[in-house]
């Protein structure tokens, strides 16, 4: 029996056919499953390429163990050949490569002596909630001010949002996060600085626990969202006003329909596109503006060890995290691809690069 014959039966035997043979076969389904393929051979390439870039650091994590003159000659020796840096540089990438895709091992950690993924796994929940709440907070608020500073042009609104956008934009993530710790330390104890939960969280109630974390969050998100909601605004106003002037806006306006109606219906369903398109790029990037704010605000995430891992020259440690950001990337165009198809259906999937 193919595909697009229905089973013998009863009708809704049938009817669940007809709907799993049209939900394999539909556009959507099919553009990701190529996204995803393709994806595996970006990864594949990335992780070579990023593999011969760590390499091209001089020295290994062994050259400040040699350092010491407690540690043996012996010792070292031992070390180098657990974590195959006696091999050639080849055979490593492939043996690490071929435990990943295998087991899914990104190996062991030299500085931590434990593998690699159970040490993200404890992290990289903490960094995702962080990065994931920031682009929320972001998108809504940039945008609903993106919209009034469009349609109340070159009012006094307006005027004041172009402002604080060109402020926001004026402040890197460090600086809000240093003005942040600042000013929790003036109105200490308000807002909580250090770690993602308080001394007696252990004690609370499930909601109180959430609430807990969510109290802790406040300065990191903020932190995150200032400089990304003041571009995203002004992206936002730009678009919104590039559409406005459209003739079939005008003709809209013309046939009487409603002020409202044109703005929110026919004008910003146009405009938020090229916004969606950026979302992929938005979700990559505040994991590395994640990586600030959890520095300046001790957040326990993936940061802190990332960053003694590159330090440290800790091989795998260093890949995987590598690995995370790629993955990220991928899955912010697809999820943007996706979301633009659904909300402007002319959209073509199979057209889209």
Known sequence: MTLSETPPGNQPLQTAWRWFVGLITSEATIYVVKRVLQALLTLFLASALCFAIIQLAPGDYLD????????????????????????????????????????????????????????????????????ISSLVVTWTIAIPLGIVAAVKQNRWVDRVLQVVSYTGQGFPSFITALLLLIFAQNTSPLFPVGDMTGIYYNDLTPIGKLLDVGWHMILPTIALSVTSFAGLQRIMRGELLDVLR??????????????NRVIYIHALRNAV?????????????????????????????????????????????????????????????????????????????????
């Open 246 to 259: 459209q003739d079939y806006i005008q003709t809209a306006r013309a046939k009487g329909l409603p002020e």
């Open 273 to 353: 596109n090229p916004l969606i398109t950026l979302l992929g790029f938005e979700f990559s990037s505040l994991l590395g503006g994640a990586f600030i704010a959890e520095f300046f605000f001790n957040w326990p995430g993936l940061g802190r060890l990332i960053l003694q891992a590159v330090t440290a020259q800790d091989l795998y440690l260093v890949m995987a995290s590598l690995m995370i950001g790629a993955v990220m990337l991928i899955v912010g165009n697809l999820l943007a691809d996706l979301l633009l198809k659904a909300v402007d259906p002319r959209i073509k999937l199979d057209e889209m690069n």
């Open 64 to 131: 400040k163990l040699r350092e010491n003159p407690k540690i043996k000659p012996e010792t070292i020796e031992q070390l180098r050949r657990q974590f195959n840096l006696d091999k050639p540089k080849f055979v490593q990438y492939w043996n690490w490569l071929i435990q990943v895709v295998t087991r899914g091992n990104f190996g062991l950690s030299f500085a931590y002596q434990r593998p690699v993924s159970s040490l993200l796994g404890e992290r990289v929940f903490a960094t995702l909630l962080l990065a």
